[in-house]
C-alpha cells in the first residue's frame, strides 16, 4: 500500500508583502501601462506578475530574420528579452564602433518596440557570454590597466562604451515609450572571469573576476546614468557571491544542472525543492527577503564544448522550472532560450577555447539558424500558466514537507514534492526528474491540512506520477465563482467568450484527471459524457480528456464557466494569441505565430498543417495563396486543416572519403510555400564542419544528437556553390608523442568518422487570414 505523503498547512507564516529594496523602482510609461516591485515580486499594471525571460544574442543572428525570431519567442510564451552587447562585436579595432548589419543594437531595439516585447540589455564591459574574453577586446587587455576595477585607465574606456551604447538606445527607456526596462551592468562580477585568449600562450589563463565589489558597480552606474541610460532599475547577476549593490539592482540567480565546464559532473541539486528565501541555493550577498527571487540565468540548454559534451533533455528544463517556481522564484529566466551562431571576427574568429568556432545552438529551445526545439512547447505550457494564474501564485509562500531540501540527489524512493499556498488555497508540485538518475513512476497520495478543510491527491486511493515528469495540482481555488477543492489535472490557460469563461487543465498521461467541486458554489452542472458522483458536499467529475468535451458549470450568480480538459499532447500544441479583436487558444500541429492579423505556420517536413481555434473566428479563413481550407467542427473548436504541394530539393551528395561530403544543389528557386530548406545529419566523429565556397558556415561537436543546418541565409549563394561536409575522426586507442626537433605524433588504434544520414528537409509556410482582410 502507498505510504500516504501529509503536510499540515494550518500554522504556515505568510509571507509579509513589502516595498523592499526595489520599491522605488520601476515605473510608467507615456501609456500608463507599469512595472514595478515589492520584496516579494514583479507587478505589472499593479498587479503581482511572473514574467518569463528569454535570452537571445541579436548579434548572433542575422537580422534579417530577427522579426521573425521575435515572434516566434512571443509565441513560445517569453514575456521579455535580454540580450548582451558585446563589446568586442562591435569595437574589435580600438576607436572603430561597428552598429551595422547584425551588430545593429538600434534596429533590435526598434524591432522589441514594434512587438511590444520589453528588453533587457546587460551591456558588460565584461558579459562572458562564451565570447572570446568574455566580451573585453583584445586591445583593451594589451593597455597597461587592471580591467574590472575601478582603475582610471579601464573606467574611461567603460565611459567610452557606454556612451556609444547610450546614443543606439536614445530614446527607448520604458518611461519614454520604449521597450527597455532594466539594464545589467557587468557580469558575475567578483565571481568570476573568462579564458584569457588575447594571452595566447597556453589555455588556462583566465581573466580577473574583478575589484572593487559594489564601489565599482556603483562606478559603473554613475557612467551609465551620466551617459543618459537611466532605466527604471539594474540587474545585477548574484551568484557564487558576486558582488551585488543594495539600491536600485535586482538580484538575478543561475540554475545549471548540466555544464560544458565540468567533465563527468555529478548529479545536480537544481532539481531539489528547497525554499529560495530562506536557503538560497548557493552563497549570495544580499538580504533575500528584501527582493524577489529572480533568475536570469536557468538553463535552456547547455552549449557543447570539446571537453564536455552534455545532452540536454526536455523534460529537464521543465522539471527545473517547476523546481524553481515551487521554490519560491517569481521571476523564470532562460539562458539561452534562442541560441545562434557566432560572427567572425576582423582578425580571427571570436570563440571562446574549447567551444564551437562558430555555432552557439545552445540545444537551446529555439537553437542556430531557428530551429524549435522540443523544450519550446514545454516552456509555453508553462508561460500560459502563469500568464493566466501567476498573479493568483506569485504571493503565495513555499512550504516544504519534512526533509525535503535534505534529500540525496540519488534517493529514488522517497516522493519530491513541495507546496506553494496562501491562505489555505495554493499549488501542490511534484518532480519525478533527477538528471543522471533514473527516478521510476511512482503511486503516490498527498493529504494538506489547510485552513479550508482536508484535501486529497486523489480524492480517494492513490494516483500514479509518470517517470520524467514535472507536475502542479491546484487546490482550494476560486476559479469565477466555481470552487475547486483540487484537481489531479494542471491549469494551463484561460479565455473568454461571449461572456462564458473557459479555464482549461491538461491530464498528464499515466495520472487519472479527477475535479473535486464544492456543491456549495454551483447552482447547475453540465458533464456532458464524463462521470460525475456525489461526494458529501463535494462533486467528484471524472473529465473526458481531449479538446472536443468539456463540462459547463453555472455559479450561483449564474455566471457559465466551463473547464476544458485537454490531453498533454494538445496542452504541448496550445498556444494563445491575441487575434481578430480577442485572445484566443490555437492547438496546432506545428509552430505558429501571429502577426498582421494572420496565423503563420512553419511545418518542418511535412506539408499538411492543421489548427483547432477557439473561440472561433466570426469570419470564414483564407490562406495567402488562395489555397483550400477544410473546417470541422469539433465540440467548441473549430478545426482547419490545408496542405501545400509537396517539394523535394534536386540535391547530388559525393563522399570521396568517409569523413567528407559535397553537395550541389541543383534547384536554386524555392516554391513560395517553402521557407526554407534545412540539412539533418547523423554522423559519428569528433567534429563536424560545414563550408560554403571555402568559408566556415557552422561546426559541430559530436555529442550524439542530428546536426542540422539551416540554408535560408544563403539561398542566394546554394544554385552556384558547394557545400562541404567534413569531419575529423573521433580517436580511440593510444597517442604515443615524441620531441624530436618538433613535436610529432604517432596514432595506434582507430579513427571514426562515417556519414550515416544526410537528408534536406523542406520547412512549408502558410498563413491563414479572415475574408475580410484577402487581397
Known amino acids: 500500500m502507498t505510504e500516504v505523503s501529509r503536510l499540515n498547512l494550518l500554522n504556515c507564516n505568510q509571507v509579509e508583502v513589502r516595498p523592499g529594496k526595489l520599491g ?63 563589446w568586442n562585436f562591435h569595437e574589435e579595432e580600438e576607436g572603430v564602433f561597428d552598429w551595422s548589419g547584425s551588430r545593429n543594437l538600434r534596429h533590435f531595439i526598434d524591432l522589441c518596440a514594434k512587438l511590444e516585447f520589453p528588453l533587457i540589455l546587460r551591456i558588460g564591459p565584461f558579459c562572458h557570454g562564451e565570447i572570446r574574453n568574455g566580451g573585453i577586446p583584445d586591445w583593451v587587455i594589451a593597455k597597461p590597466i587592471e580591467i574590472r576595477s575601478n582603475d582610471p585607465g579601464y573606467l574611461k574606456l567603460a565611459r567610452k562604451l557606454y556612451r556609444e551604447i547610450a546614443v543606439q538606445m536614445k530614446g527607448s527607456l520604458y518611461q519614454e515609450g520604449g521597450p527597455v526596462i532594466a539594464v545589467q551592468l557587468e557580469n558575475e562580477f567578483m565571481h568570476c572571469g573568462a579564458p584569457n585568449e588575447a594571452w595566447g600562450y597556453k589555455t588556462g589563463k583566465f581573466l ?24 527604471m532599475f539594474f540587474t545585477a547577476t548574484a551568484w557564487g557571491g558576486a558582488a551585488v549593490p543594495e539600491e536600485g539592482f535586482l538580484p538575478m540567480l543561475a540554475g545549471y544542472a548540466y555544464t560544458s565546464w565540468i567533465p563527468n559532473q555529478p548529479p545536480s541539486r537544481e532539481f531539489m525543492f528547497r525554499d529560495l528565501r530562506v536557503v538560497p541555493a548557493e552563497p549570495v550577498n544580499f538580504d533575500t527577503n528584501e527582493y524577489p527571487v529572480a533568475y536570469c540565468e536557468m538553463a535552456g540548454g547547455m552549449q557543447v564544448s570539446y571537453n564536455a559534451r552534455p545532452s540536454v533533455p526536455a523534460a529537464s528544463i521543465e522539471a527545473m522550472t517547476l523546481v524553481k517556481l515551487a521554490s519560491g522564484s517569481n521571476l523564470v529566466g532562460y539562458y539561452m532560450y534562442h541560441g545562434g551562431s557566432n560572427p567572425v571576427g576582423k582578425n580571427g574568429y ?45 504571493p503565495m509562500t513555499t512550504v516544504l514537507p519534512e526533509g525535503q531540501s535534505d534529500l540525496e540527489v540519488t534517493d529514488t524512493s522517497t516522493l519530491r514534492w513541495c507546496v ?54 491546484p487546490f482550494n481555488l476560486n476559479l469565477h465563482g466555481v470552487s475547486l477543492i483540487s484537481a489531479t489535472t494542471q491549469l494551463l490557460t484561460e479565455v473568454q467568450d461571449n461572456g462564458e469563461r473557459i479555464v482549461f487543465f491538461y491530464a498528464h498521461d499515466g495520472l487519472a484527471a479527477e475535479y473535486v467541486i464544492a456543491k456549495s458554489s454551483l447552482s447547475h452542472i453540465d458533464v456532458n459524457e464524463s462521470q460525475i458522483r456525489d461526494a458529501g458536499d463535494n462533486y467528484v467529475i471524472r473529465p473526458i480528456v481531449g479538446k472536443n468535451s468539456g463540462i459547463l458549470f453555472r455559479t450561483t450568480d449564474n455566471k457559465p464557466i466551463r473547464f476544458m480538459t485537454l490531453s498533454r499532447q494538445e496542452a504541448l500544441q496550445t498556444y494563445r494569441f491575441e487575434l481578430w479583436g480577442q485572445s484566443r487558444v490555437a492547438i496546432c500541429s506545428c509552430p505558429v505565430v501571429s502577426h498582421l492579423d494572420q496565423l503563420i505556420f512553419t511545418s518542418p517536413g511535412n506539408p499538411e498543417f492543421k489548427v483547432s481555434l477557439f473561440p472561433p473566428p466570426a469570419n470564414e479563413l483564407y490562406t495567402n495563396n488562395g489555397m483550400a481550407v477544410q473546417l470541422k467542427r469539433e465540440g467548441l473548436f473549430h478545426t482547419y486543416s490545408l496542405d501545400v504541394p509537396v517539394y523535394t530539393p534536386e540535391l547530388d551528395i559525393a563522399k570521396p572519403s568517409d569523413q567528407t561530403a559535397i553537395l550541389q544543389f541543383h534547384d536554386s528557386d524555392w516554391p513560395s510555400h517553402v521557407e526554407d530548406v534545412w540539412l539533418e545529419i547523423d554522423y559519428d566523429g569528433d567534429v563536424a564542419q560545414a563550408f560554403l565556397n571555402d568559408k566556415l558556415l557552422t561546426d559541430h561537436i559530436h555529442f550524439g544528437k542530428t546536426w542540422s543546418i539551416g540554408l535560408k541565409d544563403f539561398y542566394n549563394q546554394l544554385g552556384h556553390a558547394t557545400l562541404h561536409l567534413t569531419i575529423t575522426p573521433l580517436r580511440k586507442g593510444t597517442v604515443h608523442t615524441f620531441i624530436n626537433q618538433a613535436q610529432v605524433e604517432r596514432f595506434e588504434g582507430v579513427e571514426i568518422a562515417v556519414f550515416h544520414r544526410i537528408e534536406v528537409i523542406p520547412h512549408y509556410r502558410i498563413s491563414l487570414l479572415p475574408v475580410i482582410n484577402k487581397k
Not at 580577473?208 to 562606478?219: C, D, I, M, R
Not at 570563440?351 to 564551437?356: D, H, I, S, T, V
Not at 491540512?449 to 484535501?455: A, H, K, N, P, S
Open 350 to 394: 571570436l570563440n571562446e577555447q574549447y567551444l564551437p568556432k562558430i555555432t552557439y545552438d545552445y540545444q537551446s529551445p529555439l537553437g542556430e539558424f531557428g530551429r524549435v526545439g522540443e523544450s519550446y512547447d514545454r516552456i509555453r505550457s508553462l508561460s500560459l500558466f502563469l500568464e493566466s494564474f501567476g498573479s493568483v501564485l506569485a
Open 208 to 231: 580577473s573576476s574583478g575589484t572593487g565589489g559594489n564601489e565599482h558597480l556603483a562606478e559603473l552606474r554613475r557612467i551609465a546614468e551620466a551617459a543618459g541610460i537611466k532605466p
Open 24 to 86: 522605488s523602482s520601476g515605473g510608467y510609461n507615456p501609456k500608463g501601462e507599469s512595472f514595478g516591485f515589492t520584496n516579494y515580486f514583479m507587478t505589472k499594471n499593479n498587479k503581482p506578475f511572473i514574467p518569463v525571460v528569454g535570452e537571445f544574442h541579436f548579434t548572433r543572428f542575422s537580422y534579417l530574420q530577427w522579426e521573425e525570431e521575435l515572434l516566434k519567442m512571443k509565441a513560445g510564451g517569453i514575456h521579455v528579452v535580454a540580450s548582451y552587447v558585446f
Open 420 to 473: 506553494r499556498q496562501k491562505d489555505g488555497s495554493g499549488f501542490v508540485f511534484l518532480n519525478n526528474f533527477q538528471d543522471q538518475v533514473d527516478l521510476p513512476q511512482r503511486p503516490f497520495r498527498i493529504e494538506l491540512e489547510t485552513t479550508r478543510g482536508t484535501v486529497s491527491f486523489p480524492l480517494e486511493g492513490e494516483a500514479l506520477l509518470p517517470s520524467n515528469s514535472g507536475i502542479v495540482l
